[in-house]
């Protein structure tokens, strides 16, 4: 069975830092690309950034580029996401995503149910 469990957030203030885990379980972790992404109070989801199988390529949403950093450790399972320079906007539950296939031109198949982020002061 495919699990994916997130932790790490919390509250923290503006232009404070955070850094969220999302374990894996049940697949081949190695061998599939993955994605973050958030929803805010009263809002859709917004997709943040991905990561492919190798951890080689990388993208962000412009909105956290150049202050969120993804990267995966294939020997834990795990998949990280480092939140720098914190804004009150950045307030959303968090969550991890499976691709299909190693890279994110296929779809998702999993998601893990989130933790929250609340950046205030």
């Known amino acids: 069975e495919v699990q994916l469990v997130e932790s790490g957030g919390g509250l923290v203030q503006p232009g404070g830092s955070l850094r969220l885990s999302c374990a894996a379980s049940?697949?081949?972790?190695?061998?599939?690309?993955m994605s973050w992404v958030r929803q805010a109070p009263g809002k859709g989801v917004e997709w943040v950034s991905d990561?492919?199988?190798?951890?080689?390529?990388?993208r962000y949403a412009d909105s956290v580029k150049g202050r969120f950093t993804i990267s995966r450790d294939n020997a834990k399972n795990t998949l990280h996401l480092q939140m720098n320079s914190l804004k009150p906007e950045d307030t959303a539950v968090y969550s991890c995503?499976?691709?299909?296939?190693?890279?994110?031109?296929?779809?998702?198949?999993?998601w893990g149910k989130g933790t929250l982020v609340t950046v205030s002061s």
């Open positions: 049940g697949f081949t972790f190695s061998s599939y690309a």
């Open positions: 995503r499976k691709y299909k296939g190693g890279s994110w031109l296929g779809g998702v198949d999993y």
């Open positions: 990561i492919d199988f190798s951890g080689g390529s990388t």
